[in-house]
């Protein structure tokens, strides 16, 4: 027996010649926030089929708290699932949905769910046929953070949601924290994990590359900045700390890749004429590239 709210051993799948998740061991707490990153084609949503009981894996198995991934009914009655492309049924509208949800699904707290309403600024009255795909992922989430299902399985839920949107979805990640309910995040998004997660998995060509606390993690977050001038060139930016990469990209303009805090690159670009400064957050991808040396490969 065993306190994990998910728990993989040596899980994998093969679609033919594609292995989609190989060999995956991961242990998820009971009432932690966990995330899984990983670049398109990781292997994320398979991962996650299998322990919804979805895919049945080719190798090793999957348990949902004690149960067996693939017992279903037994193992769905403790969690609640947003899937990555949420489908609604057209006619119904939303409000008929959050009801036929919270009726299959393990109870909900009714008066939490319409705070999310509004909160998510969810119209229920209008039929799903009419939801964007945004709208859409909104219906799913209002119906998994109401419910008080100990375990939270979201596949990039936030892939369609704006800003102010993203930031309901982590003061909602952050209450259900509050309430002792396990989350397990999917995405590609570093920014979103690090913000709402304790741990996080990351997946690379169906395998699990690391796993690491979320401070362990911030040493990988890298930004691209740009750089326009007039006059002489910033100088000495390649011996500040953090800064990798300086390379001109034109007349009067550069850029370098920087790890870490900004202030000592800053100081180093006070004496030049800066016209514009653009600063970009890596990619995943990125990221990978830089921390494991060589590109994905399958
Ligand atoms: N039903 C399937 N048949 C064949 N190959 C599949 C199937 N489902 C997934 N794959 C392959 O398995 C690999 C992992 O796909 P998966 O959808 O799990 O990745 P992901 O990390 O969720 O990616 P994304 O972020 O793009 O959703 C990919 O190479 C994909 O093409």
Redesign the pocket.
């Known amino acids: 027996m065993s306190s994990a709210a998910l728990r993989t051993v040596n899980l994998g799948k093969r679609?033919g010649r594609?292995v989609?998740v190989d060999d995956l061991c991961l242990e998820v707490a009971a009432g932690e926030v966990f995330g899984f990153l990983?670049p398109?084609?990781?292997?994320?949503?398979?991962t996650i089929r299998m322990l919804l009981g979805q895919a049945r894996p080719t190798a090793g198995r999957a348990w949902v708290f004690d149960t067996d991934a693939a017992d279903v009914a037994r193992a769905h009655r403790r969690l609640a699932y947003v899937p990555?492309d949420v489908a609604l049924w057209p006619q119904l509208t939303g409000a008929e949905i959050l009801h036929l949800q919270a009726s299959t699904g393990p109870g909900i707290d009714p008066s939490y769910r319409a705070e999310l309403v509004e909160r998510f600024a969810l119209d229920p009255s209008k039929p799903a046929r009419t939801y964007s795909s945004g709208n859409r992922q909104k219906v799913a989430l209002v119906a998994a953070f109401a419910t008080r299902a100990p375990l939270l399985v979201l596949d990039?839920p936030t892939s369609g949601l704006d800003p102010l949107m993203e930031r309901e979805f982590r003061a909602a990640v952050a209450q259900a924290r509050e309430r002792g309910q396990t989350v397990f995040l999917s995405s590609?998004q570093l920014a979103e994990v690090e913000a709402v997660c304790d741990r996080v998995a990351i997946?690379r060509a169906?395998r699990l590359a690391e796993i690491a606390a979320i401070d362990q993690l911030r040493g990988l977050h890298r930004t691209e900045v740009t750089v326009s001038y007039t006059g002489a060139p910033p100088s000495g930016l390649d011996t500040v700390p953090g800064v990798d990469s300086v390379e001109q990209v034109g007349a009067g303009r550069l850029r370098f890749s920087l790890i870490g805090a900004p202030a000592p690159a800053l100081r180093a670009l006070a004496a030049a004429e800066v016209t514009a400064l653009a600063v970009r957050e890596a990619s995943l991808e990125e990221i990978f590239l830089d921390y494991y040396g060589t590109p994905e490969s399958?």
Do not use: D, M, P, Q
């Not at 398109?40 to 398979?46: E, F, I, M, Q």
């Open positions: 679609y594609v989609a990983g398109n084609g990781a292997g994320k949503s398979t990555a990039e590609h997946l169906g399958r």
